[in-house]
């Protein structure tokens, strides 16, 4: 990303780069977050970002508001153990930023910092973002956080050693589906990550590489229970799968690699995958190709997201959010 193709998204308290790294530099102690079941975009961006905070003297933690034994990712990114449990994470803190976050309930169990911290500062590129903080860095054009993340650090002034460089590659990685998305700027970015050592191999590895064996057969039963339905999303088609509370606990950090291996299947049409979390309660996945608006469907459900890639949590019968998912595909 670069100046050209930024856009800013506007409002009370919107800043750009520079404001960003103002409030930032104005401030005591900063906890940084990002949303719950942090993915590597929200992991690297948080890690990154308190990284260089600390490198500069500034106090600056990490927590995540959920689960509480925090996913691989976190773990693999986390050199310097700054990731701290949420209960751990401090109460009252100057500054609170949080990363790669649409909205408030995204926070989890963190979310009550948004009142208690002095001030706030979002930087995020969901498209579904709503102005939860006091201050917002928000790009909906921009392929990744970490992105946004990399351009306050530079208006900082801010060096990118390994570990930042680690963080801010993988997340950028993730988000652009292995550079699939993001064009020039993002192979650009990625290309200084490497150069600042980021070593993609031996990151990607630790990241995706290691599974458990009994994965083989959990990963077999759930595809095996996968579904198509060809008429579905006006006639593009949907193939979706459950993952049930059993299998989603033993194998929470596996069962995010499921959702490409229907969408590969579905031709141009929608992938879903339903996730049980807790009785008649579900994490539902979806990704496509932009057409429909997977954004616009999951944020109707409560949810929100990217064009191509989204997610909502509600409550009910498997079928009945089923249901609701047809209807929110045909609209
Ligand atoms: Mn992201």
Redesign the pocket.
Same mark, same amino acid.
């Given at each position: 990303m670069n100046e050209t193709t930024a856009q800013l998204l506007p409002g009370p308290g919107a800043v750009d780069p520079a404001g960003a790294a103002a409030v930032l530099r104005h401030a005591r102690d900063v906890l940084v977050v990002g949303h719950v079941r942090p =993915?590597a =975009? &929200?992991a690297g961006s948080a890690i990154a970002l308190a990284t260089a905070l600390r490198r500069a003297g500034t106090p600056a933690t990490v927590a995540f508001g959920g689960p509480d034994q925090v996913p691989d990712t976190v773990a693999v990114l986390d050199r310097d153990g700054i990731v701290v449990p949420a209960a751990e994470a401090p109460a009252d803190p100057d500054l609170l930023v949080c990363c =790669?976050t649409s909205a408030r309930r995204r926070l989890g169990d963190l979310s009550d910092r948004l009142d208690r911290a002095r001030s706030s500062l979002a930087i995020d *590129? *969901?498209a579904s973002f709503t102005g939860f903080a006091t201050h917002h860095l928000v790009d909906p054009v921009a392929p &990744?956080?970490v992105t946004l993340v990399r351009r306050v650090l530079a208006e900082l002034g801010a060096g990118i050693d390994p570990v930042i460089a680690r963080a801010l590659f993988a997340?950028l990685y993730t =988000?652009t589906g292995g550079f699939r998305w993001g064009g020039a700027d993002a192979m650009r970015l990625g290309a200084e990550l490497v150069d600042a050592g980021a070593e993609p191999r031996e990151l990607l590895r630790e990241l995706s590489g290691t599974r458990p064996f009994g994965w083989l057969a959990a990963q077999a039963t759930v595809l095996a229970g996968a579904r198509s339905e060809p008429d579905a999303a006006c006639g593009a088609g949907l193939v979706w799968a459950v993952v049930d509370a059993c299998t989603a606990t033993r194998y929470r950090d596996e069962t995010v690699t499921i959702v490409g291996e229907l969408l590969a299947t579905a031709g141009d049409g929608v992938a879903a995958l339903l996730t049980e979390t807790a009785a008649d309660a579900w994490s539902v996945s979806l990704r496509g190709t932009g057409a429909p608006d997977l954004s616009r469907v999951a944020t109707a459900l409560g949810g929100g997201g990217h064009p191509a890639a989204a997610g909502f949590e509600r409550t009910g019968t498997r079928d009945e959010i089923l249901a609701a998912l047809r209807a929110g595909l045909a609209a």
């Open positions: =993915d =975009d &929200a =790669d *590129h *969901h &990744a956080t997340g =988000d």
